[in-house]
């Protein structure tokens, strides 16, 4: 009875110990899992981290270390950005070489966002390139998309736009890649600020829009509430107040999720500041101004409650009042040296102009308002020739740090020369001049070679003539398009485009101009397209362009002004000859769009073929839309799924 006694007893030990075991590896799987959740119920979810805490002390340092993450990812989403520093900064004294490098990355990336709402944006930009090379390195391809996307944001609060677009494009094409309909809404989002800093309104409510739209159906409170911030910030920049009050208003209602968002008051508080200073409603706006200053902030945006203030300060001739105010913004500027000679940081300037003009200064007024307009030259030329970054494109990024020691090799091998020179030693001058050989080709080597890697990579989604994507990325694309958005509102357009009379084109001037007439129609293509089109080149001569949420029409709008735009594009036949002779060239177009009878991306591309085919027998050089009589039209037969010889 006794032996039986300690058999159960001892029976009962185990399956407790499995079920305790057990459940501490479901509660650390679900910590790791739990990013959904507390994107749906933020302050539920922190509430539930918080409970866990005082078992920390028990748990294994990988745990503490997600469980830190995890408080965080809470912190951010609800607007307590103290508390998310303070977590952020414990996190790092924990992490060692035997840290997963997931973990790594993700709090690379936070400190990255630590910095950027601090104005540090040097240290913002470090911390998140660093974050998306390594996350390239290890394959963390979400993780890469995430510090890309902040990237291209923190960059663009210093106004170079084109390199933040370049960015970002890269990272939406990645996004898409990988179906992620969370990482395309904070694309977008991005896409918006970046087009409202610009001045380009329009769109950037429609990328604000988009974000918004799939934040709602995703029920993510956090970026619901930051969506309508954008917009909010959007309309008061287009000088749109009434609109900007009322989402600013909307903005106070969809952060009450969390009940103790100050910062998130801060901002509904400074918009309305803002927005009511800017339409002239000073009375209103001064009371708001000082509301807004008393809240717990960021002190760059405080900065521009202090400049508003002055300003309605010198419209009511409180002048003393004014010269405080200004005083107040100059000095947080003074703080953040990577504001000064921004467009914020320059507008002290024109205020101060204003203030001596309101003393009855008015030579003083003069001089400010003339080293304020120099200054606004000086600024638009900066960004004209950030815009050239662009054209240059990533290569002159990556080669920065090669260039930089090719310069400083340069100049010690300039000073060596001068002192050979100096001495007439013709054998050191030669030892010289071989060493400088020796190591420009090795630089030269590497560069290549680095080169030559990266086109590897490339290798298998790029087509080697044209510069565009090859068939079966372009392909691919287009099925997980057509498969993504088959059950949600919207339309997917494609244009199948092919050179008129090619075979003539190559007959009667050779393949080489045939060679130089695909990658000139790619470049015109590439301008007419919006950014977020894919184009491929997808056979000999024809050509691929899948057009993500857009109605026939619209679509027949871009293909018509492609047709147009290559008809206008003067084909140089010998750029070598004394006169240079010129041809003209032609294309045929065919566009479909989805709808209710397409059943997938094969039959899609057929009714653009048919299309096509259409336009060809129209007699060429325009574009058609697919209608269903032409389904039963005869026509040649492409082979979507044979190879081609993609060089020509």
């Known amino acids: 009875m006794l032996f039986a006694f300690r058999a ?21 799987s679900a910590l790791k899992n ?53 977590t952020v900064a414990t996190a790092q004294n924990l992490i060692n070489v035997k840290t997963p490098m997931q973990l790594v990355i993700q709090f690379k990336i936070y400190n990255g966002i630590i910095y950027q709402r601090q104005g540090k944006y040097k240290q913002a930009q470090d911390f998140l390139n660093t974050a998306k090379l390594t996350a390239e390195k290890n394959h963390f391809t979400h993780l890469m998309v995430q510090a890309k996307q902040e990237l291209a944001y923190t960059r663009s609060l210093t106004e170079p736009y084109e390199l933040s677009l370049t960015e970002l494009q890269q990272a939406y094409v990645e996004a898409f890649a990988l179906s992620d309909v969370y990482l395309l809404a904070k694309i977008n989002e991005v896409y918006g600020a970046i087009y409202g800093y610009m001045g380009d309104y329009e769109k950037s409510i429609e990328y604000y829009q988009k974000a918004l739209t799939s934040y709602q159906q995703l029920g993510y409170p956090s970026d619901v509430a930051e969506a309508i911030n954008g917009l909010s910030a959007t309309y008061r920049y287009w000088k749109k107040y009434d609109l900007a009050i009322d989402y600013y208003q909307r903005y106070q209602k969809a952060i009450e999720f969390s009940p103790t968002n100050i ?39 405080k900065a521009e ?46 205020i101060r102009a204003e203030l001596a003009q309101a003393n009855g200064n008015g030579s003083q007024a003069y001089q400010l308002l003339k080293s304020y307009n120099q200054s606004q030259v000086a600024l638009l ?5 950030d815009r050239l970054l662009r054209v240059r494109g990533a290569l002159e990024h990556e080669r920065q740090n090669v260039e930089i020691s090719l310069l400083q090799q340069r100049a010690k091998v300039q000073n060596l ?6 001495q007439k030693n013709v054998y050191q001058t030669y030892i010289i001049i071989f060493s400088l050989l020796l190591f420009i080709s090795i630089l030269i080597f590497v560069f290549f070679q680095r080169q030559h890697n990266k086109e590897l990579l490339a290798l298998s989604i790029r087509d080697s003539l044209s510069g565009l994507f090859n068939r079966r990325y372009v392909f691919n694309f287009l099925n997980k398009l057509v498969d993504t958005i088959s059950g949600e509102k919207g339309q997917v357009s494609i244009i199948v485009i092919d050179i008129d009379d090619f075979k003539q084109v190559n007959d009667q001037h050779g393949h080489p101009f045939g060679d130089y007439v695909i990658g000139e129609i790619a470049k015109i293509g590439q301008e007419t397209l919006r950014v977020e089109d894919i184009m491929g080149r997808v056979g000999g001569e024809e050509f691929l362009c899948v057009l993500p949420r857009i109605d026939v029409m619209q679509c027949m709008q871009i293909a018509r002004r492609f047709v147009k735009n290559v008809n ?4 140089i036949i010998d750029s070598h000859a004394t006169e240079q002779e010129t041809m003209k060239i032609s294309i045929s177009v065919g566009v479909a769009t989805t709808s209710a009878e397409v059943e997938d991306s094969a039959q899609l591309y057929l009714q653009a073929d048919k299309a096509l085919y259409q336009a060809k027998n129209k007699g060429k050089n325009c574009a058609v839309q697919y209608r269903a009589y032409m389904m039963h039209s005869s026509q040649h037969d492409y082979d979507m799924m044979q190879p081609f010889d993609e060089d020509h």
């Open 8 to 28: 159960i007893l001892f029976f009962i030990t185990i399956c407790t110990s499995c079920a305790i075991t057990a459940r501490a590896l479901d509660d650390f």
């Open 34 to 86: 739990m990013s959904h959740e507390l994107n749906q119920q933020p302050w539920q979810s922190y509430k539930k981290l918080q409970i866990q805490e005082k078992n920390l002390a028990d748990m294994s340092a990988i745990y503490k270390l997600w469980w830190l993450l995890r408080k965080a990812q809470a912190e951010n989403l609800l607007f307590l950005f103290d508390e998310f520093q303070q």
């Open 263 to 301: 910062d998130g008051k801060f901002y509904a508080a400074y918009g309305i500041a803002m927005s009511q200073a800017e339409q002239g409603s000073c009375v209103k706006a001064l009371v708001s101004i000082d509301k807004a200053i008393k809240l717990h902030g960021l002190i760059d945006y």
């Open 305 to 350: 409650l202090y400049k508003r203030k002055a300003q309605c300060l010198i419209t009511a001739n409180h002048i003393d009042a004014a010269q405080k105010a200004l005083d107040h913004a100059a000095d947080i500027f003074a703080q953040m040296p990577e504001l000064l000679g921004t467009r914020w940081q320059l507008e002290v300037v024109k």
């Open 381 to 385: 030329e900066k960004n004209s020739a």
């Open 417 to 422: 020369q001068f002192e050979q020179e100096k």
């Open 568 to 571: 206008n594009y003067d084909f």
